[in-house]
């Protein structure tokens, strides 16, 4: 693994036993708090999400979701803590729309981050789950300086969000989002963090924040049901893998999107080569965007609730059929594939590792920004859009119904080697996040890039309708070498954009961790 770095960037890679990365400086110490008290790595990781909840609420909120993959020192676990729709969400109330509304109550499916902490902290975590909130309270009531990335995320939603039920009373202190360096303060946040923690998350399920939740969803014209949130339960679903150049490389299983990066690994696997050409090259590039177009045709045509998908992740991982998706790929252009036919068969991420072994890959969201853009006036809840991640046309795996998870975008991952942990890591960002998870298997796995330099090198990203972003730290080079491979390339500034995602890595190294975080974002990698 490099030490060095051939990339533009202000971080070198974090060398500790005991580590926590995210993406805001604030919520990173709450997370090392914990392991400074005697916790493991899921407190780390618990303390660290309910923190993010207070001091970045541009990308999650108490009303989000959350999946989680951890190696408790044994074996590796998955946690799907995904919301399902209301039983109201009839396809004949989304009849009329062409697409999914993206803000709003008709986008809010019962959130699930809340049963995630509870779920990691009751089965791993060693300190009390109510000693995990301690700084995210402290940050909601006493107050915190917005950090200049988030603030300016802030800025952007606030121009859209305003008029949403519950916004502007909730993030907008006196008419307006916090600029960089403002104390922000939301007592009622830390009035529900509280309650959550004193119950063990049961108020937010069964009590007095789900009796509000529904009241508000009435008054706003909902179906959000108090039965809809006592009948929600994260589910402890292990993971889908790959084998890959002597890895596993593990996702969480659908109804999110980590199986595309798996496919096109797979894909770039049986098409060999890669990796006997640099990362960087037009040539290696241009073979994961190809790969990654293949997967995405797979993903948007099959997968959804698993419980609703009409082929297994299995068979979309076959080897003959990656093998036969693999000769589509075309080393002299680009291609504009279709879905395959297999055999039958605004988001924060964070990641702790401790010095006992117990590593954690956890992933939060809101979605869109502040997520439907709806806040439960009085209590700081936040609410995920989710729903729009439906397709309102029947007869497809993912349409819109009743009691039935959406199709996700955010996905932790995780690597072993010989069944034993490797690296922990993950990508927000939409759709860049499989992307993502490819782009940092093959930098790190592939090409000994210490998680840093990985983290730190240009992104690229396949848009939708094919057409492929790259960052304006990407060679000039490189870019017209794509153009000549008939790539319709667009060149974004990437420091500053979001749409590139945010990394955040922790890999194994002797008996202890090598950390990077996104240079991108306000994050930090904190350990000792």
Same mark, same amino acid.
Request: one cysteine or more; glycine letters at 12%.
């Given at each position: 693994?490099?030490?060095?770095?051939?990339?533009?960037?202000?971080?070198?890679?974090?060398?500790?036993?005991?580590?926590?990365?995210?993406?805001?400086?604030? !919520?990173?110490?709450?997370?090392?708090?914990?392991?400074?008290?005697?916790?493991?790595?899921?407190?780390?990781?618990?303390?660290?999400?309910?923190?993010?909840?207070?001091? &970045?609420?541009?990308?999650?909120?108490?009303?989000?979701?959350?999946?989680?993959?951890?190696?408790?020192?044994?074996?590796?676990?998955?946690?799907?803590?995904?919301?399902?729709?209301?039983?109201?969400?009839?396809?004949?109330?989304?009849?009329?729309?062409?697409?999914?509304?993206?803000?709003?109550?008709?986008?809010?499916?019962?959130?699930?981050?809340?049963?995630?902490?509870?779920?990691?902290? &009751?089965?791993?975590?060693?300190?009390?789950?109510?000693?995990?909130?301690?700084? !995210?309270?402290?940050?909601?009531?006493?107050?915190?300086?917005?950090?200049?990335?988030? +603030?300016?995320?802030?800025?952007?939603?606030?121009?859209?969000?305003?008029?949403?039920?519950?916004?502007?009373?909730?993030?907008?202190?006196?008419?307006?989002?916090?600029?960089?360096?403002?104390?922000?303060?939301?007592?009622?946040?830390?009035?529900?963090?509280?309650?959550?923690?004193?119950?063990?998350?049961?108020?937010?399920?069964?009590?007095?924040?789900?009796?509000?939740?529904?009241?508000?969803?009435?008054?706003?014209?909902?179906?959000?049901?108090?039965?809809?949130?006592?009948?929600?339960?994260?589910?402890?679903?292990?993971?889908?893998?790959?084998?890959?150049?002597?890895?596993?490389?593990?996702?969480?299983?659908?109804?999110?999107?980590?199986?595309?990066?798996?496919?096109?690994?797979?894909?770039?696997?049986?098409?060999?080569?890669?990796?006997?050409?640099?990362?960087?090259?037009?040539?290696?590039?241009?073979?994961?965007?190809?790969?990654?177009?293949?997967?995405?045709?797979?993903?948007?045509?099959?997968?959804?609730?698993?419980?609703?998908? &009409?082929?297994?992740?299995?068979?979309?991982?076959?080897? +003959?059929?990656?093998?036969?998706?693999?000769?589509?790929?075309?080393?002299?252009?680009?291609?504009?594939?279709?879905?395959?036919?297999?055999?039958?068969?605004?988001?924060?991420?964070?990641?702790?590792?401790?010095?006992?072994?117990?590593?954690?890959?956890?992933?939060?969201?809101?979605?869109?920004?502040?997520?439907?853009?709806?806040?439960?006036?009085?209590?700081?809840?936040?609410?995920?859009?989710?729903?729009?991640?439906?397709?309102?046309?029947?007869?497809?795996?993912?349409?819109?119904?009743?009691?039935?998870?959406?199709?996700?975008?955010?996905?932790?991952?995780?690597?072993?080697?010989?069944?034993?942990?490797?690296?922990?890591?993950?990508?927000?960002?939409?759709?860049?996040?499989?992307?993502?998870?490819?782009?940092?298997?093959?930098?790190?796995?592939?090409?000994?890039?210490?998680?840093?330099?990985?983290?730190? +090198?240009?992104?690229?990203?396949?848009?939708?309708?094919?057409?492929?972003?790259?960052?304006?730290?990407?060679?000039?080079?490189?870019?017209?070498?794509?153009?000549?491979?008939?790539?319709?390339?667009?060149?974004?500034?990437?420091?500053?954009?979001? !749409?590139?995602?945010?990394?955040?890595?922790?890999?194994?190294?002797?008996?202890?961790?090598?950390?990077?975080?996104?240079?991108?974002?306000?994050?930090?990698?904190?350990?000792?």
């Amino acid at each position: 693994m490099t030490q060095d770095s051939r990339y533009l960037s202000v971080r070198q890679p974090l060398l500790a036993r005991n580590v926590v990365a995210t993406s805001q400086p604030l !919520a990173a110490q709450a997370g090392l708090r914990m392991l400074w008290a005697g916790g493991n790595a899921v407190d780390a990781a618990v303390a660290t999400a309910i923190a993010l909840t207070v001091v &970045e609420p541009t990308s999650n909120g108490i009303g989000s979701d959350a999946f989680a993959i951890l190696w408790d020192g044994e074996a590796l676990h998955g946690l799907n803590a995904s919301g399902r729709s209301p039983a109201g969400w009839t396809p004949e109330r989304f009849a009329n729309l062409q697409t999914m509304p993206q803000r709003g109550w008709d986008t809010v499916t019962v959130p699930g981050a809340v049963s995630a902490w509870r779920a990691l902290s &009751e089965r791993f975590g060693r300190l009390p789950f109510r000693d995990l909130f301690e700084p !995210a309270i402290a940050y909601a009531r006493e107050g915190y300086a917005v950090s200049p990335v988030i +603030a300016r995320s802030w800025q952007r939603a606030a121009e859209v969000l305003h008029h949403q039920p519950g916004f502007a009373e909730a993030f907008m202190p006196g008419g307006s989002a916090p600029t960089a360096g403002q104390t922000f303060r939301l007592p009622a946040m830390a009035d529900t963090l509280s309650r959550i923690a004193e119950t063990g998350g049961e108020d937010f399920y069964l009590g007095d924040l789900a009796r509000r939740m529904v009241d508000f969803s009435n008054r706003c014209g909902g179906v959000m049901s108090l039965e809809d949130l006592a009948g929600h339960q994260a589910d402890w679903c292990g993971t889908v893998s790959l084998e890959w150049y002597g890895y596993e490389i593990h996702e969480i299983p659908p109804n999110g999107q980590g199986i595309a990066a798996l496919i096109a690994l797979g894909i770039l696997q049986e098409f060999g080569g890669l990796d006997r050409i640099s990362p960087d090259s037009p040539e290696s590039i241009h073979l994961q965007i190809e790969a990654m177009k293949l997967a995405f045709a797979d993903l948007h045509q099959y997968v959804a609730d698993a419980d609703h998908m &009409e082929v297994t992740p299995a068979s979309l991982l076959d080897g +003959a059929y990656l093998r036969g998706r693999a000769w589509l790929i075309d080393r002299s252009r680009a291609a504009q594939p279709e879905f395959g036919m297999p055999p039958n068969s605004g988001t924060v991420y964070l990641t702790a590792a401790d010095e006992r072994g117990m590593m954690v890959s956890f992933i939060q969201s809101n979605y869109m920004g502040f997520g439907s853009g709806v806040v439960v006036p009085g209590t700081g809840i936040s609410l995920q859009n989710r729903g729009c991640g439906f397709r309102s046309q029947p007869g497809h795996a993912n349409s819109v119904g009743p009691r039935k998870r959406p199709f996700h975008t955010i996905i932790p991952g995780f690597v072993t080697q010989g069944g034993q942990p490797a690296m922990s890591f993950g990508v927000m960002g939409g759709a860049m996040q499989a992307q993502g998870h490819l782009q940092m298997a093959i930098r790190v796995l592939l090409n000994g890039q210490n998680p840093q330099e990985a983290a730190d +090198a240009p992104r690229w990203q396949v848009m939708e309708g094919g057409s492929v972003a790259v960052e304006t730290a990407m060679p000039p080079t490189v870019v017209e070498r794509l153009r000549t491979l008939g790539h319709e390339v667009e060149v974004q500034p990437g420091w500053t954009n979001q !749409a590139f995602g945010g990394a955040q890595l922790i890999r194994r190294n002797g008996d202890g961790y090598v950390a990077g975080t996104e240079s991108r974002k306000d994050g930090a990698a904190v350990g000792f």
